[in-house]
T-cell receptor, first 112, second 115 residues
């Protein structure tokens, strides 16, 4: 069966510091991968998605970036965090177009 | 373009009462429709999905939803609410276009169960 991991689970970072969140999927190959952000009291905002290694589509211009160095690994990064980057970050994968997306447990990021 | 509207950001029902969470969609082509549930500080879990088979879809935990094309709706129901149903619920749509890899989510409905 397939599983999706995210780490860290929680993170507290000062404004201006860098960020790296990691997501990995097990049990499938060539999945579509997604990064979402969920701010307090708001819905899900799609940040990036990827249909293959090195292929990244950005949905929202901001100070975040994403990379997919391996087939089942998706990384969300920032060089300098802003207060507005605080939120709950969710990674998801799917197989097929379109198909159900399966979500990881999330990372709670607090920028102080 | 695909979009979803969830009416009511907060819904409260008594334990044992009917749960009805509303979702209306907009899609230029036949859609796939999904309901997800999110418990506090967790990821989203799929409740059910509509993919053009039966219009009445049954999901986990006793939930079901009915696809009504004429009303562009996909409302989520459960006959009898349980305390464990307290969570946030998201409706999502995906258009059946080749190359469309994205789901569009509604803003969510927080369900509170009154003992």
């Amino acid at each position: 069966s397939q599983t999706i991991h995210q780490w860290p689970a929680t993170l507290v970072q000062p404004v201006g510091s860098p960020l790296s969140l990691e997501c990995t999927v097990e049990g499938t190959s060539n999945p579509n991968l997604y990064w979402y952000r969920q701010a307090a009291g708001r819905g899900l905002q799609l940040l990036f998605y990827s249909v293959g290694i090195g292929q990244i589509s950005s949905e929202v211009p901001q100070n975040l970036s994403a990379s997919r160095p391996q087939d089942r690994q998706f990384i969300l990064s920032s060089k300098k965090l802003l207060l507005s980057d605080s939120g709950f970050y969710l990674c998801a994968w799917s197989k097929g177009v379109p198909d159900t997306q399966y979500f990881g447990p999330g990372t709670r990021l607090t920028v102080l | 373009a695909q979009s979803v509207t969830q009416l009511g950001s907060h819904v409260s029902v008594s334990e044992g009462a009917l749960v009805l969470l509303r979702c209306n969609y907009s899609s230029s082509v036949p859609p796939y429709l999904f309901w997800y549930v999110q418990y506090p500080n967790q990821g989203l879990q799929l409740l059910l999905k509509y993919t053009s088979a039966a219009t009445l879809v049954k999901g986990i935990n006793g939930f079901e939803a009915e696809f009504k094309k004429s009303e562009t709706s996909f409302h989520l129901t459960k006959p009898s609410a349980h305390m464990s149903d307290a969570a946030e619920y998201f409706c999502a749509v995906s258009e059946r276009n080749f190359g469309n890899e994205k789901l569009t989510f509604g803003t969510g409905t927080r369900l509170t169960i009154i003992p």
